[in-house]
């Protein structure tokens, strides 16, 4: 599996709490790359789109794209459950 990450996304990433930071370093750094395994997280597809998908922790959200032709991610950004919807996906 191909991994991107958009600048944006790496940005809200270092601004996270150590603890989650630390989660979610591993889990888009190490388990989406090398494992395909993060069945343990609740992945939701944003509504109206085939390809936009969120990953929900706490009050956060992580928005990235899934292209399934070429089985490449996109990470996208990282927003409160509350923000999420006016920042990602971008139309």
């Known amino acids: 599996m191909i991994v991107h990450f ?3 996304f ?3 990433l ?4 150590p603890d ?10 190490e388990k989406l790359i090398y494992e395909d ?3 343990q997280y609740k992945i939701e597809r944003m509504k109206g ?6 990953i929900r922790t ?7 794209t899934f292209i ?10 990282i927003a409160h459950r509350t923000d999420i919807y006016k920042l990602f996906p971008f139309k």
Do not use: H, V
């Open 58 to 64: 706490g009050n956060l959200r992580f928005g990235f």
């Open 20 to 29: 989650l930071r630390t989660e979610m370093e591993e889990l888009f750094f």
């Open 37 to 39: 395994k993060f069945e």
């Open 10 to 12: 790496l940005k809200e």
């Open 6 to 8: 958009k600048i944006a």
């Open 14 to 17: 270092t601004k996270l709490p």
């Open 68 to 77: 399934s032709e070429k089985n490449e991610i996109i990470c996208e950004r």
């Open 49 to 54: 789109y085939q390809d936009r998908f969120q």
